[in-house]
């Protein structure tokens, strides 16, 4: 089995803003989606590091992998990803190690604004939040989670 693919960033320590989170994992539909996060986190400077994927099958393989070692804080997911095909993330993510479920909390980004859609992802423990689309990096800065 190879290793899951990510894209990986990390960001200069140059300033004097130390970042409110160690790491944050971006699970995109696309790669523009996940380019334009990353630029947006690093000009928040909110985490150190990121990890960007557009496949939730290699996101949950790493923290199923990363449970005993460096977990994201933060999983900015996609709406559109939360149910695919292959998977259904939050249920899948239910079913990781404990340790990973309780240092990662997931956020869903989404262009849909119908209560009802958030309602559902809200019902799970481990969503924090929702960060509607188009966002930028001052909503990342004060965004409160």
């Not at 995109?28 to 630029?39: H, P």
């Not at 790493?62 to 933060?74: C, G, I, K, M, Q």
């Not at 993510?93 to 992802?121: A, H």
């Amino acid at each position: 089995m190879s290793a899951p693919s990510f894209a990986y960033s990390e960001f200069s320590q140059a300033s004097k803003t130390q970042p409110r989170f160690e790491s944050i994992m971006v699970i995109g539909s696309n790669e523009a989606d996940l380019f334009i996060t990353s630029i947006l986190l690093k000009e928040s400077r909110i985490a150190a590091k990121t990890l960007t994927t557009a496949d939730t099958a290699n996101a949950l393989t790493y923290l199923e992998s990363a449970a005993f070692t460096v977990t994201p804080d933060l999983i900015f997911i996609d709406q559109t990803m939360l149910q695919t095909q292959q998977s259904d993330f939050l249920q899948q993510f239910n079913q990781l190690p404990e340790i990973v479920k309780q240092r990662s909390r997931i956020i869903i980004t989404t262009w849909n604004y119908d209560k009802k859609v958030r309602l559902m992802g809200l019902s799970n423990p481990h969503v924090v939040g929702y960060l509607p689309k188009p966002f930028d990096s001052l909503q990342l800065r004060e965004y409160s989670i």
